[in-house]
């Protein structure tokens, strides 16, 4: 892979928005030719060069600014001392730069391999989500289980240690294999900067859980954010259907749309004995 698109790849993979500019056609005498591209991050940093000087910097200016309106552009750019579309330079060419916003897919993360973890990991990657399961089962983690895109961490025995970063704003979904390795997983995550959060179970485990974690000291207001039960109450019975309900939860938080949900009395339960 080109070190071009290596370095994009990779400042995706880490959720960093970004811009890139492709210099698409020049005319005369100008610092960078046909193709020469670079990144810019917001606050200005950049990779690679489009060749210095008074043109890279202006490209730079509009990148940020098809950063702020979240648009694709366009420019052309004058080498020239004076006039319109002017840079400032007496190179005397002129340079058209295809300017592209880039948006980090959204993450979601699955702890938990099984029934209804793997559903989500199927139906997941059409909605846009790039998507990262973990189990401290390594047998649950095999090529031959999971959808081809899914990236995959073995955690140590009953999800003991640390649990891998979670990107900021992103979305977890917690389905383990039982209500004790849940709880540890919710311990460590709870207050964690994210969009979604979400614990599988019934209301009774659920207050079970809640209040094991409150005699912990998890704070109140980081377990009021848990959405547990967890999904839309669509009446999901089979783990096709519940990795549904999930998933349509996700879309209306990532939306930010108004929804019914199935986890108000665990909230209501925590309110009431905070």
Not at 22 to 47: E, F, M, N, W
Not at 68 to 82: D, F, I, K, M, N
Not at 169 to 183: A, K, N, P, S
Request: proline fraction near 5%; glycine fraction near 10%; include cysteine.
């Amino acid at each position: 892979m080109p070190a071009f698109h290596r370095e994009l790849a990779n400042l995706l993979e880490a959720g960093r928005r970004c811009a890139t500019a492709t210099l698409v056609d020049s005319k005369g005498s100008t610092p960078a030719k046909q193709g020469h591209r670079l990144i810019v991050l917001p606050g200005g940093a950049i990779r690679f060069t489009m060749g210095g000087g008074p043109l890279e910097a202006m490209v730079i200016a509009d990148c940020l600014e098809q950063l702020a309106s979240g648009t694709h552009a366009l420019r052309e750019y004058r080498l020239v001392p004076e006039g319109e579309l002017a840079v400032g330079m007496v190179c005397g060419g002129t340079a058209r730069v295809f300017i592209e916003v880039h948006e980090p897919e959204p993450q979601l993360m699955v702890f938990g391999a099984g029934h209804v973890g793997l559903e989500i990991l199927r139906m997941a990657p059409a909605l846009g989500l790039a998507c990262t399961v973990v189990d401290d089962r390594a047998e649950m983690l095999t090529a031959d289980r999971l959808p081809e895109s899914v990236r995959s961490i073995c955690c140590p025995s009953a999800f003991s240690g640390d649990l891998p970063k979670t990107r900021s704003g992103g979305f977890v979904v917690i389905v383990t294999r039982c209500h004790e390795t849940d709880r540890e997983v919710l311990a460590r995550l709870a207050g964690r900067d994210l969009a979604y959060l979400g614990m599988i179970g019934s209301r009774r485990k659920v207050r079970v859980v809640m209040d094991e974690l409150r005699e912990r000291g998890i704070p109140a207001a980081s377990l009021e954010k848990v959405r547990a039960p967890i999904g839309l109450e669509l009446g999901a019975l089979t783990p096709a259907e519940i990795a549904l309900s999930i998933l349509a939860e996700i879309v209306a938080v990532r939306h930010k749309v108004r929804r019914t949900l199935v986890w108000p009395a665990a909230k209501q339960h925590l309110i009431s004995a905070g």
